[in-house]
Nanobody, 133 residues
Framework: QVRVEETGGGSVQSGGSLRLNCTVSGYSWGFVAMGWFRESRGGEREGVAA???????DYALAVRGRFTISKDFAKKTITLEMNSLKPEDSGMYYC???????????????????????????WGKGTLVTVSS
């Protein structure tokens, strides 16, 4: 059974840093693409950062230059380094994994949208990030 598990998150003051980790287990092969998504108050998930199996990355405009996503393909793990955090970065962060087919980092970043042609195969349960001013 495939499991996607997030660790990290927590509370920090504005300008601080946090690290999120996500690991896929119960699957013998590597991932196609993985990413981090933040859920809005309306319940919609928007891509924050994504990475594909070749290491290409894409980021939401609001986090470029502040967040960095990286991967350990063999361990099926991705990490999101979040620096210069702002209160508007707060929210529930979900890790999503695509384990079959093909998908670029750009496509993965948009995969949670209702209009996306291809979606995320597996989701984690989420981890809360709170940035206070």
């Amino acid at each position: 059974q495939v499991r996607v598990e997030e660790t990290g998150g927590g509370s920090v003051q504005s300008g601080g840093s946090l690290r999120l980790n996500c690991t896929v287990s119960g699957y013998s092969w590597g991932f196609v693409a993985m990413g981090w998504f933040r859920e809005s108050r309306g319940g919609e998930r928007e891509g924050v950062a994504a990475i594909d199996r070749d290491g290409f990355t894409d980021y939401a405009l609001a986090v470029r230059g502040r967040f960095t996503i990286s991967k350990d393909f063999a361990k099926k793990t991705i990490t999101l380094e979040m620096n210069s955090l702002k209160p508007e970065d707060s929210g529930m962060y979900y890790c999503g994994a695509v384990l079959s087919g093909s998908m670029t980092a750009l496509q993965a970043l948009r995969a949670a949208r209702p209009s996306a042609p291809y979606g995320i195969n597996y989701w984690g349960k989420g981890t809360l990030v709170t940035v206070s001013s």
